[in-house]
């Protein structure tokens, strides 16, 4: 099957989940039970004051400050 992107992995199962460590002054101190991968790059650019152009996912606002 094709899992569009995802290396032949199926993302909505469990064992196919990583961690997410996050730490700075911009960071809440919280966590968060899943993040998708697909959240990390809007996450990081929001961070940073990029803005994103043409991004899949969402900014993860919950762990922002």
């Known amino acids: 099957p094709n ?5 032949g992995h199926d993302p909505k199962l469990p064992v196919m ?3 997410f460590i996050a730490d700075g002054p911009q960071i809440a101190h919280t966590t968060i039970r899943r993040m998708r991968n697909l ?3 809007p996450t990081i650019m929001q961070i940073l004051g990029v803005r994103p152009h ?7 606002r919950e762990i922002l400050r």
Request: net charge negative; hydrophobic share 40%; proline share 0%.
């Open 39 to 41: 959240d990390g790059a």
């Open 54 to 60: 043409a991004v899949d996912g969402d900014v993860r």
């Open 3 to 7: 899992f569009y992107g995802a290396h």
């Open 17 to 19: 989940s990583a961690t």
